[in-house]
């Protein structure tokens, strides 16, 4: 429990509680058997609304870990899919179309998530659609953005060649 929490009776962390799982001021008042206009009442002092905000937080977070696993899990399902011999054609368009339709807005929420500041904290620093001038920043151009995909592009007779860099000094 957080600090906020040791600060409340038993029946008001219980109350919180509620809150969360129900999302309704009456059914959670219900379910910790107090009346409605005592939970609109707790819900005014300052340290339950700082337990209640904790709490939901938490809850929050705890939902974007879940979904960051099933998201591990829904991808290696649909590579399965398309990779699957025996899997039928319309099935495979699906699955293509699907990683096709979250590809971009994947690959923005990473650039945002990249142009956070160092800390951690604040808001992120990009709104709306990325634009190509901060892809480029970012990832240097498609083919270094291909690398960082672990894709290794077009067979060597069609592969664009390498922008100079100084590593490379221009030399494949």
Same mark, same amino acid.
């Given at each position: 429990?957080?600090?906020?929490?040791?600060?409340?009776?038993?029946? !008001?962390?219980?109350?919180?509680l509620?809150? /969360?799982?129900? @999302?309704? /001021?009456?059914? =959670?008042?219900?379910?910790?058997?107090?009346? =409605?206009?005592?939970?609109?009442?707790?819900?005014?002092?300052?340290?339950?609304?700082?337990? #209640?905000?904790?709490?939901?937080?938490?809850?929050?977070?705890?939902?974007?870990? &879940?979904?960051?696993?099933?998201?591990?899990?829904?991808? /290696?399902?649909?590579?399965?899919?398309?990779?699957?011999? +025996?899997?039928?054609?319309?099935?495979?368009?699906?699955?293509?179309?699907?990683?096709? !339709?979250?590809?971009?807005?994947?690959?923005?929420?990473?650039?945002?998530?990249?142009?956070?500041?160092?800390? +951690?904290? @604040?808001?992120?620093?990009?709104?709306?659609?990325?634009?190509?001038?901060?892809?480029?920043e970012? #990832?240097? @151009? /498609?083919? !270094? #953005?291909? !690398?960082?995909? +672990?894709?290794?592009?077009?067979?060597?007779?069609? &592969? *664009?060649?390498?922008?100079q860099? *100084?590593?490379?000094?221009?030399?494949?």
């Open positions: 429990m957080s600090e906020e929490s040791d600060n409340l009776t038993p029946k !008001q962390n219980r109350a919180v509620a809150l /969360i799982e129900r @999302g309704n /001021i009456e059914r =959670a008042a219900e379910d910790v058997k107090i009346c =409605a206009r005592t939970l609109h009442r707790w819900l005014k002092q300052p340290a339950f609304r700082a337990a #209640y905000t904790d709490a939901g937080q938490r809850a929050f977070e705890d939902g974007l870990v &879940q979904v960051q696993r099933l998201t591990t899990l829904a991808a /290696i399902t649909v590579a399965q899919v398309l990779l699957d011999k +025996g899997t039928s054609t319309g099935a495979k368009l699906r699955a293509a179309h699907l990683v096709l !339709q979250h590809a971009q807005p994947t690959a923005e929420l990473e650039l945002r998530m990249k142009m956070r500041p160092k800390d +951690g904290f @604040g808001v992120l620093m990009v709104a709306g659609p990325v634009t190509t001038e901060q892809w480029v970012l #990832y240097g @151009g /498609i083919e !270094q #953005y291909q !690398q960082t995909l +672990g894709k290794q592009g077009a067979d060597s007779d069609t &592969q *664009k060649a390498k922008p860099t *100084k590593e490379n000094d221009g030399v494949s």
